[in-house]
């Protein structure tokens, strides 16, 4: 790992910390927003560190164990005695002359430098016997340029939790299916390699996408650190004929759900009451964190999927009986995830046992019941947070429609 590659620089800072990794991690302010003075003062830190790191390396210690403790006499078995030192074990007879001289004991080997573990003595073992006999084994693919690119990513977009153990598995993956090929020579080629696999194991597109999207996010910031050229991995996996389109709610449906909604807890009953009103997506509930007003109407903000989701959302009449005080922070816990692993459950268990009928189609039930209202689209849109490509560019000019407008269609929607 390169010695810069230990660095980096937060959001909200303009000086540079260093990081090392380790349990627990360890990171810190070097007090200077200039990189060169910075990686001045990181080096002694960083040699400090790569010692701890190779003190810390099972190996194995030649040594030598005692048969008898040295320095002293002993009781032979036949009853004379036996001196022993360090090296030597002196048998004397009842009249006090040298019978025998032995070694006294015989070599040994120690484990030092990691946690005494059955793992980590067969390594040092192992190792220790290679090197004495010149053997050299195969083992794990040794780091290179790409994979400091690779922990640079990470390190930088703090990619953490599962995308951080899912960004590994699947490079990991990828350097074992193109061995040897550096990521500034590979081609698409090389990353479809990686799709087929990942197809051949039975994962669907939306999934395959999934796990390429770390890889492809990391190569589009080694683009732009100026370290590639290329994206090997970008639109070589395509929405695919397994991904099932969702449906929307019908009004048979929308009565079983408002029947089943006391089996719910009173959080989750909201959120489905927020979704069903509104048509936002589960994603954005979880983001709702305050509340505005405008001509005494509250509003919401939401939208972080892209640039043209970012809108404001009246809350519906529907809804705002079941608001228990105004919003002044989070206005749920937990995640998005977990959520959608609770509530698409709950569906079935109630009677809706299409696959195509998730937390997602009060979305589209949304959209549904607002073209049937005839409401503009470009209304609709707004609502909705879809990409209005009739306007272009205008469209990201001003506050958009005024909220009175939107509450007025917003109420359409019902549950």
């Keep these: 790992m390169r010695k810069t590659d230990y660095l980096f620089q937060r959001s909200d800072s303009r000086m540079w910390h260093i990081r090392f990794q380790g349990k627990p991690r360890v990171e810190y302010s070097l007090r200077t927003p200039d990189r060169i003075q910075a990686e001045i003062l990181a080096l002694p830190l960083i040699a400090e560190h790569k010692a701890k790191l190779l003190a810390q390396r099972p190996a194995l210690t030649e040594g030598w164990q005692h048969e008898l403790e040295p320095g002293r006499k002993h009781v032979a078995p036949d009853g004379g005695e036996i001196i022993a030192t360090d090296t030597q074990l002196i048998y004397l007879n009842h009249n006090g002359s040298v019978i025998k001289t032995t070694p006294n004991g015989r070599p040994a080997f120690a484990l030092v430098g990691g946690p005494l573990t059955l793992h980590n003595l067969a390594k040092a073992y192992g190792e220790h016997f290679d090197a004495i006999e010149g053997i050299t084994r195969p083992g794990v693919a040794t780091k290179n340029g790409d994979d400091d690119l690779i922990e640079l990513y990470l390190r930088e977009r703090n990619i953490v939790g599962a995308q951080e153990r899912q960004a590994r598995e699947t490079w990991a993956l990828f350097r074992e299916l193109c061995p040897g090929v550096k990521l500034k020579d590979a081609t698409r080629d ?98 709702i964190k305050e509340e505005f007003i405008e001509r005494g109407i509250r509003y919401v903000k939401v939208g972080t999927k892209t640039k043209s989701s970012k809108r404001r959302v009246p809350l519906p009449a529907k809804f705002l009986p079941y608001l228990p005080q105004t919003i002044k922070g989070p206005l749920f816990s937990g995640s998005a995830h977990n959520a959608s ?63 009175t407008v939107l509450k007025r269609w917003i109420d359409k929607i019902g549950i």
């Design 190 to 287: 090389d990353g479809r390699k990686l799709v087929a696999h990942l197809r051949a194991k039975g994962n669907k597109s939306t999934t395959v996408r999934h796990k390429i999207a770390q890889l492809c996010a990391a190569c589009n910031f080694a683009i732009a650190e100026g370290k590639l050229r290329f994206n090997p991995f970008s639109g070589i996996a395509s929405k695919g004929d397994d991904v099932l389109d969702r449906a929307s709610f019908t009004d048979d449906d929308m009565k079983v759900i408002r029947d089943n909604l006391d089996k719910l807890t009173a959080s989750d009953q909201l959120i489905v009451r927020l979704l069903a009103t509104t048509g936002m997506r589960l994603g954005e509930a979880f983001h």
């Design 341 to 403: 692993t609770r509530l698409n459950p709950w569906l079935r268990e109630i009677g809706i046992t299409d696959e195509a009928k998730v937390m997602h189609s009060f979305r589209h039930r949304a959209a549904d019941r607002l073209r049937t209202a005839l409401c503009r689209p470009d209304i609709r849109h707004a609502i909705l947070g879809h990409e209005d490509k009739g306007e272009g560019a205008a469209a990201e000019y001003g506050e958009g429609f005024p909220v």
